[in-house]
């Protein structure tokens, strides 16, 4: 017997041999090397598109300026289902062309709102978003003060969220009956019953939605890097953008959708993960529970880790913030995660373009770290 065999996984119990198990059969967490054949890899794995990737009648709904920038709400299809709406926000008075942002929202295990989470519309900040906003992003809505300094972002809903969720009454009624005890179990301070409810019904209904996607030969992943190649399609067709200085940043579930549209995106050309990143091996004990399926493709750790997706488009700028208290991963796998991103981009004679960034304290993307963010965004895509 190996050391492997032998050890015990806290969340896997008398079933931990599963990992040793699964090694045997073929590689798992090994290397992908940065270049057109991983994001190809990637692709593939996600195996998801319609079509051309860009969005279907797209059109302009509203229009206002406060507080020294522009904005815009936009909405678009994707291709199936409701529309996607998103907010598009810009300096006041300036025509461009600017460099662009898509700014994606977390996961959060909060899907009734989700560009509202990150960015002010015209009626400004959602009151039943307070609580959460200062907890994760210190009561900024940081898609507008990036903006204010000179980007053109966009901020768009995506699979499951917002304009994107699924009707109530269209959830398995076992997700509903959990509904309010799931609500309650994340503490997410919702003052309206109804957000409550549906928050906690709709952390079950993922899962659903993963066996749905499995059994069409796609992944829930999959879907949402495609909405995210859309959204970005169409941030580059605005007039005022200059299409060859596009970037992305995300927390959380947000840092998932930028690691996959990096990895499926030919061009994108600065991209920022804000507290999603450790190495695959580094979870197994007892952080796989609190994720997304968006952080597992279905199939992709026999071909690399999880850093390896996010580094397949180097030598294209990357920024990773760690957060070492993060309950979500531990310090080792985040500190492992950094090395193999260095020595990918290394690999390809470019290491000066990663950069990671480790903080103390927990799950978050607070305005010392949003500064960090904007001023390599400028630089990046200056």
Same mark, same amino acid.
């Given at each position: 017997?190996? $050391?492997?065999?032998?050890?015990?996984?806290?969340?896997?119990?008398?079933?931990?041999?599963?990992?040793?198990?699964?090694?045997?059969?073929?590689?798992?967490?090994?290397?992908?090397?940065?270049?057109?054949?991983?994001?190809?890899?990637?692709?593939?794995?996600?195996?998801?598109?319609?079509?051309?990737?860009?969005?279907?009648?797209?059109?302009?709904?509203?229009?206002?300026?406060?507080?020294?920038?522009?904005? @815009?709400?936009?909405?678009?299809?994707? =291709?199936?289902?409701?529309?996607?709406?998103?907010?598009?926000?810009?300096?006041?008075?300036?025509? =461009?062309?600017?460099?662009?942002?898509?700014?994606?929202?977390?996961?959060?295990?909060?899907?009734?709102?989700?560009?509202?989470?990150?960015?002010?519309?015209?009626?400004?900040?959602?009151?039943?978003?307070?609580?959460?906003?200062?907890?994760?992003?210190?009561?900024?809505?940081?898609?507008?003060?990036?903006?204010?300094?000179?980007?053109?972002?966009?901020?768009?809903?995506?699979?499951?969220?917002?304009?994107?969720?699924?009707?109530? $009454?269209?959830?398995?009624?076992?997700?509903?009956?959990?509904?309010?005890?799931?609500?309650?179990?994340?503490?997410?301070?919702?003052?309206?019953?109804?957000?409550?409810?549906?928050?906690?019904?709709?952390?079950?209904? @993922?899962?659903?939605?993963?066996?749905?996607?499995?059994?069409?030969?796609?992944?829930?992943?999959?879907?949402?890097?495609?909405?995210?190649?859309?959204?970005?399609?169409?941030?580059?067709?605005?007039?005022?953008? $200059?299409?060859?200085?596009?970037?992305?940043?995300?927390?959380?579930?947000?840092?998932?959708?930028?690691?996959?549209?990096?990895?499926?995106?030919?061009?994108?050309?600065?991209?920022?993960?804000? =507290?999603?990143?450790?190495?695959?091996?580094?979870?197994?004990?007892?952080?796989?529970?609190?994720?997304?399926?968006?952080?597992?493709?279905?199939?992709?750790?026999?071909?690399?880790?999880?850093?390896?997706?996010?580094?397949?488009?180097?030598?294209?700028?990357?920024?990773?913030?760690?957060?070492?208290?993060?309950?979500?991963?531990?310090?080792? =796998?985040?500190?492992?995660?950094?090395?193999?991103?260095?020595?990918?981009?290394?690999?390809?004679?470019?290491?000066?373009?990663?950069?990671?960034?480790?903080?103390?304290?927990?799950?978050?993307?607070?305005?010392?770290?949003? *500064?960090?963010?904007?001023?390599?965004?400028? *630089?990046?895509?200056?």
């Amino acid at each position: 017997m190996t $050391d492997e065999t032998d050890r015990t996984y806290r969340d896997l119990g008398p079933f931990s041999g599963l990992v040793a198990a699964a090694k045997r059969r073929g590689p798992l967490f090994g290397r992908a090397a940065p270049g057109p054949r991983t994001r190809q890899l990637v692709r593939d794995v996600l195996n998801f598109s319609i079509g051309d990737e860009m969005p279907e009648a797209p059109r302009v709904d509203r229009r206002w300026t406060a507080e020294g920038v522009e904005g @815009e709400l936009v909405s678009w299809s994707v =291709g199936f289902g409701p529309r996607t709406d998103a907010i598009l926000l810009k300096p006041a008075g300036e025509t =461009g062309p600017l460099p662009g942002v898509v700014a994606l929202h977390d996961h959060g295990y909060y899907k009734y709102f989700g560009k509202e989470k990150i960015a002010d519309g015209p009626d400004g900040p959602v009151a039943e978003l307070a609580a959460f906003r200062s907890t994760y992003y210190e009561g900024r809505a940081f898609a507008n003060e990036l903006a204010e300094r000179g980007f053109a972002v966009l901020v768009p809903d995506t699979f499951l969220w917002g304009s994107r969720r699924f009707p109530l $009454d269209v959830l398995p009624e076992i997700d509903r009956k959990l509904a309010e005890d799931t609500d309650r179990y994340f503490q997410l301070h919702s003052t309206d019953p109804e957000v409550g409810r549906y928050n906690g019904a709709a952390y079950h209904h @993922e899962h659903h939605i993963e066996k749905y996607c499995s059994l069409l030969g796609a992944s829930f992943a999959g879907v949402v890097a495609y909405e995210d190649r859309v959204a970005l399609n169409y941030l580059k067709s605005r007039p005022e953008v $200059d299409a060859t200085r596009t970037g992305c940043i995300g927390l959380s579930g947000g840092g998932s959708r930028a690691a996959l549209l990096r990895a499926t995106s030919e061009d994108l050309a600065a991209t920022v993960i804000v =507290g999603m990143m450790c190495t695959y091996e580094e979870l197994l004990d007892r952080c796989i529970a609190p994720h997304t399926w968006m952080f597992f493709p279905k199939g992709w750790s026999s071909h690399g880790d999880w850093p390896d997706l996010a580094a397949s488009g180097a030598p294209s700028p990357l920024l990773v913030q760690y957060l070492l208290d993060d309950t979500l991963f531990t310090a080792n =796998g985040m500190r492992h995660a950094d090395e193999k991103l260095a020595a990918a981009y290394h690999s390809v004679g470019a290491r000066a373009t990663y950069s990671g960034s480790f903080y103390p304290g927990l799950h978050r993307f607070d305005i010392a770290m949003q *500064e960090e963010a904007f001023k390599w965004l400028e *630089e990046a895509l200056e």
